[in-house]
């Protein structure tokens, strides 16, 4: 086998068009092997080939005769010093951390188990019964894709409704989704998917982690697997579990074509992705890629032996070290460009802050993202926290982050629970949480509003369960929040009482309706829109079965909260007032006569200071002035929208609630009522609305021929 000296960037596998140039960082080795297999099923390597150069602690080779397809790995030789964090072994096959393709998953297997805690001779890692038969292999690729015309879409933040799913739970129960489509990539960009997407209203699709992970040999131990897959053994290949395809390389391709079909009917892809630590786990994990070939380098240690641990995951990932630093911008470069993803959800992204201890926000991750021409102008979600002391930075990304707003969820489980004393809290989360996003210059779509997501409840049984039920992980219902601020409404999970259903219904469109007409950047947990169940479980990431694949036999009752769903999309969309770039003023300004945000009793007379800390007050009025924007559109023209007046009644009792008289000659029409109570559509001002009990009305402002746009406040 011919081999040339090559060169040590970019690292990978590079198919060139003549041949395959391979690049392998490692800074403490003494030897880097090319293995070569003649397929993903070989229990032996036909080659082993040493990288004949090492330049700037990159060991390269390029080999001429080598093709897209090929199957490899790597043996790394060196030192094993395991107190000294050393754990070199040829024995082992390594997976390529800059791999674009893993043509076969890790077979579990007795001596895949790393570090014993121990004696160094306990160390199952350096055992011979280790070998090619149950490592992980990758693929070279060739990166070749006709792309045709597609373009992201770039839908403004402002306008933007994200869709969190899981690639395999929302398609491998449709009926209309081809039976060998169903739980992979080709199903998920699929027409009947696609139209139910567009249908529903949203612009854009947060797909749970699409790297290419593992299952947890606990897990499989347990009859389980590791379904969300935040267990990440390779940042550039696709999941191997998602394709439809058997081809070597279909997984690459297929993800493509899903990328270009959903940018096609204008949709986003945002991968949440995983960062913070590695599938290789702890001392006791199995020894995969990282650890093998540069483990004090790739990972955070502890006295050399121990690995810091600021994820729950076993590890952390070592983003003070420059070519970690690399690899992660490496990756995100390239699902953006090569795979044309149009942003990412960082999972316990203060773990990637951390310098020394301490979470810095001004980190070199940060930085690096910020100069960055091309990650820099994608969608950027943080998961604000980790498990670490310290670790919970709601409010303290810097700006052109967006951040999972765990505020606003607590919040609003609590508000619409009937806890009391929260109107100060509602109104501030609801108004966009200026308290955490203005100080530093951000904007209101800073926020990621949600109320449910895949780590929890979801909607349906945050109105069905007060405690979790999670038996079934197999851990005797330890795992899992256990502070869920939730209310079952009268029964502990399902019931035929009427009552109970009944204000369960009206519950659900209470939470998504103030979703929905909330400032910030609103995100549905995918299958809450029909009435997704989890059975009480709220820790479900071990259960690749009914408990997360959405059911799609929808009954009445989900049939018609779907077209809640819709019609509350299709409200936020229309309507430029629930699109606000800008946080609310709350004053009158030189330029606009009118409150842009007022904020009212049930008496209809505007909130006083004491009124705020009334603990016993669980009702609001919210009048947001579509003429008082002060924001101009895309084409420099300001922007006038329709005045729309919410009510919320979080309390178990019907309260009466005087409509104002904003504007003379002005009706209310009535376009909302969660409890599904009005008996007429339009109202005058002075009229007395009943707000039913635990209910969210919407008006908007119709103003006669006569009356002009807007109504100045009267003098004093």
């Not at 080709?186 to 797909?207: H, N, Q």
């Not at 040999?217 to 191997?240: H, M, V």
């Amino acid at each position: 086998m011919r081999v040339y000296p090559g060169q040590p960037y970019p690292l990978g596998a590079t198919w060139d068009g003549r041949g395959v140039n391979f690049a392998l960082f490692s800074e403490n080795a003494t030897k880097v092997e090319l293995c070569l297999y003649e397929n993903e099923y070989a229990t032996r390597e036909s080659h082993r080939i040493a990288l004949p150069e090492y330049t700037d602690l990159v060991w390269h080779g390029y080999f001429p005769d080598l093709r897209p397809g090929q199957v490899y790995g790597f043996r790394v030789h060196g030192p094993y010093d395991p107190m000294n964090g050393l754990r070199f072994n040829p024995k082992k096959v390594l997976v390529d951390p800059y791999a674009k393709a893993i043509v076969r998953p890790l077979r579990w297997h007795d001596a895949m188990f790393g570090y014993r805690i121990g004696s160094p001779k306990e160390d199952l890692s350096r055992d011979n019964r280790v070998n090619d038969a149950y490592a992980p292999l990758c693929a070279v690729i060739d990166p070749a894709f006709t792309w045709g015309d597609d373009r992201p879409p770039r839908t403004p933040w402002h306008k933007t409704v994200i869709y969190e799913t899981h690639v395999k739970g929302l398609t491998m129960r449709h009926p209309d989704v081809p039976e060998e489509l169903r739980g992979t990539y080709a199903g998920l960009a699929s027409e009947p998917i696609i139209r139910y997407l567009k249908e529903l209203g949203v612009t854009a699709i947060e797909l749970m982690p699409v790297h290419h992970c593992l299952d947890d040999r606990f897990l499989i131990e347990k009859g389980l697997s590791n379904y969300w897959g935040y267990n990440t053994l390779s940042f550039f290949a696709p999941d191997l579990r998602f394709s439809s395809f058997k081809g070597r390389l279909d997984p690459v391709r297929e993800f493509k074509m899903m990328v270009r079909a959903l940018h096609d009917a204008g949709l986003e892809v945002i991968l949440d992705v995983v960062y913070n630590h590695t599938a290789e786990g702890n001392q006791m994990g199995p020894t995969l890629s990282f650890r093998g070939i540069d483990n004090p380098s790739y990972y955070r240690l502890h006295e050399g032996r121990y690995y810091k641990d600021f994820t729950g995951c076993g590890n952390t990932l070592n983003m003070l070290h420059p070519k970690v630093l690399q690899l992660v911008m490496d990756s995100l470069r390239y699902w953006i460009q090569e795979m044309h993803v149009d942003g990412f959800r960082f999972d316990l992204a203060s773990a990637l802050a951390r310098e020394l201890n301490e979470v810095n926000k001004l980190g070199a991750f940060f930085d690096i993202i910020h100069q960055d021409p091309v990650i820099s102008q994608v969608k950027l979600i943080a998961e604000p926290w980790d498990l670490g002391e310290g670790g919970y930075q709601v409010g303290n990304f810097p700006v052109m982050w967006t951040e999972w707003n765990g505020k606003y969820r607590d919040t609003m489980r609590s508000f619409w629970k009937g806890d009391g004393g929260l109107l100060s809290q509602f109104a501030t989360r609801f108004a966009g949480s200026s308290d955490l996003y203005e100080n530093d210059g951000r904007k209101p779509h800073a926020s990621i509003n949600f109320i449910t997501a895949h780590d929890g409840f979801t909607m349906m049984d945050l109105v069905s369960y007060n405690e979790k039920h999670n038996e079934a992980n197999g851990e005797e219902n330890r795992d899992g929040e256990s502070h869920n601020h939730s209310w079952n409404c009268g029964a502990e999970g399902p019931t035929n009482d009427p009552d109970i259903k009944k204000l369960r219904e009206q519950q659900r469109r209470n939470l998504m309706a103030t979703l929905l007409l909330s400032l910030g950047v609103p995100m549905i947990s995918g299958g809450d829109e029909i009435g997704r169940t989890q059975h009480g479980n709220n820790n479900t990431y071990g259960q690749d079965n009914e408990l997360n694949w959405y059911d799609w036999n929808l009954t009445e009752e989900n049939r018609n909260f779907l077209k809640f769903v819709k019609q509350m999309i299709a409200l936020r969309q229309s309507e430029p007032v629930l699109q606000r770039r800008k946080f609310f003023k709350g004053d009158i300004s030189r330029n606009i006569h009118v409150k842009d945000v007022q904020w009212y009793q049930p008496a209809g007379i505007e909130m006083e200071e004491p009124d705020w800390n009334d603990g016993l007050a669980r009702s609001i009025g919210i009048l947001l002035d579509g003429t008082a924007m002060d924001e101009l559109d895309e084409k420099g023209r300001k922007v006038i929208g329709d005045t729309l007046l919410i009510l919320v009644n979080a309390s178990h009792v019907e309260v009466p609630f005087t409509l104002l008289a904003y504007l003379p000659g002005g009706r209310w029409e009535l376009l909302v009522d969660t409890a599904e109570s009005a008996e007429k559509e339009f109202w005058k001002g002075q009229d007395v609305y009943p707000l039913i009990p635990r209910s969210t009305v919407v008006f908007k402002l119709m103003a006669s021929a006569e009356d002009p746009l807007f109504c100045p406040l009267p003098a004093d």
